[in-house]
């Protein structure tokens, strides 16, 4: 009998772990993919970008995605059967072994979106139960923990802070950070430097960043970034109170008859029913994930699935709203020295903009968002494919030739990315399928990824008032797009957190309202998820949550 039984690896997963094995606490983490390790991982751009190392065969584990089409249609594709896959890396560790490690915090009114914006049409925006104050001792000690590499800038934006700066120095940057700096400036728009959940020095057992120039989508062979694994699951291996088990796929957790878990079903790696029995259960498999396992958990007192007597799991999935935008830059355009100094390899953008995190529209104040600075990704042969197309004519022999050598040597691709809220909504949910099956026979996730208008046009405005920084830097080339499809690398809610049992499956602590002894701690809980990128609130919070696990503990 273990004291925990965490399932999952990732940002949701390790802070408990790592919380509860440090205070004695005999603790098992059961892992679907594969123990991967930092040395296991390499700069293959087909293995990285592909991952097919990383994510389950399509033909054994699928999804069922559900879109709307042009013509107002909803259409169901299987993923085995379009190759585009929905899952984030299963090993241990989780997604965060791929993360891009982008760490701006959530500002106090994204936790009370609802009541400082108000209503947005067709949305089911509401406050979180917590505040901005709640939650950032934790978002500090990440910093910290994990490590978090910048400088604090001021804006007038910049959520209020308890740690006058970042525990780790800014990585270095490529002389592109100090053009956009300077012509932003000349557009009176605020720029910072990126903050990074990417070591600049070494910690613990933990290598500095060696600035190779594959980090995005790429497992970190220094353990620079701050993965789950290398942060926190393996320090808390060190206690002697941590199990983990990979290769373990959950498909039902079971109870006793009076609101308790006393065991975590699941296949091991020869396929065989194992089970494990522990006090208590914390779910951290990712939010579509979370969301599948609690509806396969049905019996006579949870017909609907487990903690599902409100019908509220699955639903109001989340992801990250907007869209990515780019310019070339010219080397022609510069002088030799600065031409010189961006064709530098491996060194970071790090710039973000927060101007427009509140935008006005119609004389009214609405939520913005984020934008992201990036190079375009090093990857030589998908760079090398994109290239054979002249619109939609396809170059070959001499042309193709000297096109892909002038990409290469004579322009450098400048990347932005913007984050705005992506609006909880009736048609954005997750539910079992009633016609396709995993290869142990269980429904796959059928995820409907429905969104609202009004997000796009809030990504629309973004991208129009970052052009002019494009413009003023000589960029050329320049375009945007602004989407509706969901980024499967962000996903958050399904399991939302909340004070009213009747509208949300969570308590503002993260255990479910219908089963005493059950904590979800991915991004499911979230009701909204800011205009950043999740991982580091997931981490956050799940810190706030093992303080609040570990004193219940203490009265037992």
Known sequence: MKDICIIGSGAGASPVAYELSKAGYKVVVLE??????????TKDELVATRKDLYIPNLEDESHQI????????WSVKNTADTGSDFWNGNVVGGSSNFMSGYFHRMKPQDFKLKSTYGEIEGANITDWPISYDDLEPYYAKVEEVIGVSGKVNQHKYLEPRSTPDFPYAPLATNIVSDLIDKAAGELKISTFGTPRAIISKGKDKRNACYYSNYCG?????SSAKGSARSALLEPALETGNLE?????KVFHLETDGKGKVIRANYYDAEDQKQFIEANLFVIAAQATETSRLLLMSKNKDFPNGLANNNDQVGKNLVFSSGGVGSCNLNYDDFDPDTA??????GLFVNRACQEWYEIEKEGKKIKGGTIDFLWDHANPVSRTIRAK???????YGTALKEKIHGYFTKQRRLKFEIFTDWSPNDDCFVELSDDKFDKWGDPVGKIWTGAISYDKTVGEILAKNTIPILEKMGGKNISYTISNYPSVNLQAGGCRFGIDPETSVLDANCKAHE???LYVTDGSFMPTGGSTTFTFTIYANAFRVADKILERLKTI
């Open 32 to 41: 679907k993919g594969p123990w991967l390790k930092t040395e296991d991982f």
């Open 66 to 73: 559900v879109r709307k089409n042009s013509d107002g249609n």
């Open 217 to 221: 989508s790429y497992g970190c062979s």
């Open 244 to 248: 983990i088990i990979p290769f373990a």
């Open 340 to 345: 010189q100094k961006l064709k530098a390899p």
């Open 389 to 395: 197309w002249d619109g939609n004519d396809l170059l």
């Open 515 to 517: 089963v005493e002894n």
